[in-house]
């Protein structure tokens, strides 16, 4: 007796498991298998974007790093002030701290600025710490910019050698990275709709399909931001936090202006690595939600231009 | 079996045309939402380029106001600093300046100087036109971002923010579109020029090298036309002309920047990105139609090929 109840039990469980089957979809078999052969796939080429952006910083490096010598001439308007001062001090020998000597030192450093500011804006001179312009570091982020298209400006090669490498590096990188965060993006999405499944049951899903709202997807992103802000705030501290939120999403936005760059003008350049792994990482959040969204979006358009359409062929029967 | 986006042309049997591009799976519903976007977009742009011309142009005088402020200050402290220098070589009769010291001084002076210039340079009013916000403006809904000109306040940064969430997703379902429609153009030249032989199973495929020609040919057209009677070598253009179209967007060439005043070039530059990315996002939609087709070719080949092994090895062990 207890059997064939027991049995009974089991084939009901059977049944609600199938129509509870039928009902998350073929799409949850699907996406079982699915998923095992994306995380392959993206395995391979999260191995094969890394390395690649390691490659291009090699090359670049070798390619760009002979160039540094172009600051020279601000170290002859250096000079130059410094022959001022010291004509200045020969004049004024005896009496050293008169408001006559301080006022022709400050001439003399106002025509330096006036001469620096006309140099840096038609271009002869280059800012910056050149010095290490080129380090490895620094062309780590260059080629980070290149293939995530981010493009901050902040350094570009002044080679034809090197322009030529940056075309072909590009066109071979951009499409790998872009691969690479898609795919990132899609397994990311799927863990977090499981996720949500599992924390909140039935309730976000709609048709045997979980989704997520435009709001959370949202939050997500805006969440990814502030922390970064917090984090580039807390080890910037030249920075504000707002000018270290809008250096965020400047960036993962992949706009890059180029008027923020953590690292710039540091002595130790680890700091460029750090952005690195933020842009990275950031791309594939904004993937992951750009995909939550889009499916909440079209779900959405679907609902209501259906439902306009309903009301327009009532309005018209009359 | 390939996408179910694909657009099928013909019958099943590959014999007639079933329709006209325009009868095709609601193009004109497309071409009307697609002129809705686009003027939008185009309003869009036109708007931004408005309201950044008059926030930086007005917020911002006074924060370089301010700035020159800053520079005085700084100026006075080098001066302090300087008097603080003992001189060298001091004699009964004379005594000569620490050179060196001097111009370490000197240095920092000048590294303060090239921060000011960053943060604030490239906000001066001569570099905010009409014309220069534009290609602002689309610099930041395409995500090319030069930087060519950024906000020097960060009212003018919160507003860049804000108007980048809004204006990339707009950008980006208009060139979707765009990119949708110019492909099924595209598809039914190619099989009214040549007839069934591009059609596979009913389907249209443009190879590979068709839509990378395409691409290649858009940027030599660009190379050729932004030379500017000699003030960028071909292969300068060039360059520029890819960085631009590949939104990397370093801004070390920016068409239409230190032209005599001239502004009417960055005008150019806006519709060369715009139209352009239309092209690319055309071309892609071509090539990933066939990148997905190869690939699942090749899969499903690897697979025969590893059950086959198997197939051998598990009957050998018998």
């Not at chain 2, 001189?87 to 000048?110: D, F, G, H, K, M």
Request: net charge positive; with cysteine.
């Amino acid at each position: 007796m207890n059997k064939k109840v027991g049995r009974e039990q089991q084939e009901q469980e059977a049944r609600k498991r199938v129509t509870l089957k039928k009902k998350k979809g073929k799409d949850k078999d699907e996406s079982e298998r699915g998923t095992a052969k994306l995380l392959v796939a993206l395995g391979g080429l999260l191995l094969a974007m890394w390395g690649y952006v390691l490659f291009g910083a090699t090359v670049f490096v070798i390619i760009e790093k002979k160039e540094k010598s172009e600051r020279k001439p601000a170290t002859i308007l250096e000079i130059k002030l410094v022959d001022t001062l010291e004509d200045i001090h020969l004049k004024h020998t005896a009496a050293v701290n008169t408001s006559e000597y301080r006022r022709e030192v400050d001439k003399a450093m106002q025509q330096f600025k006036d001469e620096i500011v006309k140099q840096v804006e038609s271009g002869e001179l280059v800012t910056g710490g050149d010095e290490n312009e080129w380090s490895y570091e620094s062309s780590l982020l260059f080629s980070a910019t290149l293939v995530t298209t981010v493009g901050y400006g902040n350094i570009a090669p002044v080679t034809s050698p090197g322009r030529l490498f940056t075309i072909a590096y590009s066109c071979v990188g951009i499409p790998l990275t872009l691969v690479c965060i898609a795919i990132l993006g899609t397994i990311m999405a799927r863990g977090f709709k499981a996720l949500a499944l599992f924390l909140f049951e039935d309730s976000v899903t709609e048709e045997g399909i979980a989704f997520i709202p435009i709001k959370v997807s949202a939050g997500v992103m805006f969440a990814y931001l502030f922390i970064g802000a917090l984090l580039f705030r807390a080890v910037e501290p030249t920075w504000t936090f707002l000018e270290a939120f809008y250096f965020c999403f400047i960036t993962l936005s992949t706009i890059g202006l180029g008027d923020f760059v953590y690292g710039e003008g540091r002595t130790t350049d680890s700091n460029f690595v750090v952005s690195v792994f933020y842009l990275m990482f950031g791309l594939s959040v904004l993937s992951m939600c750009f995909s939550l969204m889009q499916e909440q979006v079209t779900f959405l358009l679907h609902h209501y231009l259906s439902l306009l359409l309903r009301k327009a062929k009532q309005y018209w029967k009359f | 079996m390939p996408a179910l986006h694909q657009d099928t042309l013909f019958t099943v049997d590959g014999s007639k045309p079933r329709g006209s591009v325009l009868r095709q799976k609601g193009t004109i519903k497309l071409i009307v939402i697609l002129s809705g976007l686009l003027f939008a977009m185009w309003g869009y742009l036109l708007f931004g380029a408005t309201l950044f011309l008059l926030v930086e142009t007005y917020v911002a005088a006074e924060k370089i106001n301010t700035s020159v402020v800053e520079i005085h200050l700084e100026r006075q402290n080098l001066l302090d600093k300087l008097e603080k220098i003992p001189p060298i070589n001091v004699t009964n009769i004379s005594c000569t300046l620490n050179r060196n010291a001097i111009q370490i001084e000197i240095q920092n002076y000048e590294d303060f100087l090239f921060g000011m210039m960053k943060k604030i340079g490239k906000a001066s009013q001569k570099h905010w036109t009409y014309d220069s916000s534009l290609l602002f403006a689309a610099s930041l809904i395409t995500t090319v971002g030069y930087g060519h000109i950024y906000p020097a306040t960060n009212f003018g940064r919160l507003l860049t923010i804000a108007y980048s969430c809004v204006g990339i997703p707009l950008f980006l379902v208009c060139i979707a579109i765009l990119g949708t429609i110019m492909a099924r153009g595209f598809k039914a030249a190619a099989v009214h020029l040549f007839g069934s032989s591009v059609t596979e199973s009913g389907v249209a495929y443009i190879p590979l090298k068709v839509s990378a020609s395409v691409m290649i040919i858009y940027l030599l057209i660009g190379a050729f036309l932004f030379q500017q009677g000699g003030k960028w070598g071909f292969f300068e253009s060039f360059y520029f002309c890819f960085i631009t179209l590949s939104t990397i967007g370093l801004g070390d060439y920016v068409y239409g920047e230190k032209n005599g005043g001239k502004d009417a070039n960055f005008v150019f530059n806006v519709f060369y990105i715009l139209f352009g990315l239309s092209v690319l996002s055309m071309c892609f939609n071509l090539m990933q139609e066939q990148v997905t087709y190869l690939l699942h070719q090749l899969i499903v080949f690897m697979k025969e090929k590893v059950e086959r092994i198997v197939f051998c090895l598990t009957n050998r062990s018998k």
